[in-house]
Each structure stands twice: as C-alpha cells, then as structure tokens.
C-alpha cells in the first residue's frame, strides 16, 4: 500500500443516484414465495425483482387499495 494516494485527478461517482438503501421489511412467506419463484424464472435475485416492482408502483403513481377482512 503505499503512503500517500493522489486524488488530484479524481472524479465524481457516476453512480451515486443508484445506490440503495438497506431496509427490512417482514412479508408473509406465500408473497416470499412468489417472488422468488418469479426471479428464479427471470435468472435475478428476489430483491431485485421486488426493488423493480415497487419502483413500477411508484412510476405508474400506483395506490394501494386495502380491503380488510
């Protein structure tokens, strides 16, 4: 490793608006399921296809209607 790195020439990360977010969230294991057997089909990891379906939702101004039962 050496002492000192120069920066001088360094640029901004391009991909700063991309980076994501840790959370947690607890979801029923049929919807767990689900998603996975779908990503799996996809060849993608069940995050990623859940992250793309929320973010679907929110282009599409999506709005969640709750019926309780």
């Known amino acids: 490793m050496r002492k ?5 020439n360094a640029k901004p ?3 700063i608006k991309k980076l ?3 959370v947690t969230v607890k979801i029923d294991a049929p919807i ?3 998603f996975k057997k779908q990503a799996s ?3 993608m990891a ?3 296809l859940i ?3 929320l973010a679907d939702c929110i282009a599409n101004k999506k709005t969640a209607t709750i ?3």
């Open 41 to 43: 089909t996809l060849g």
């Open 13 to 15: 990360n391009p991909y």
């Open 20 to 22: 994501r977010k840790q």
């Open 46 to 48: 069940y995050q990623s």
């Open 67 to 69: 019926a309780w039962k």
């Open 4 to 8: 000192e790195y120069d920066f001088s």
């Open 32 to 34: 767990a399921d689900y």
């Open 51 to 53: 992250s793309m379906y």
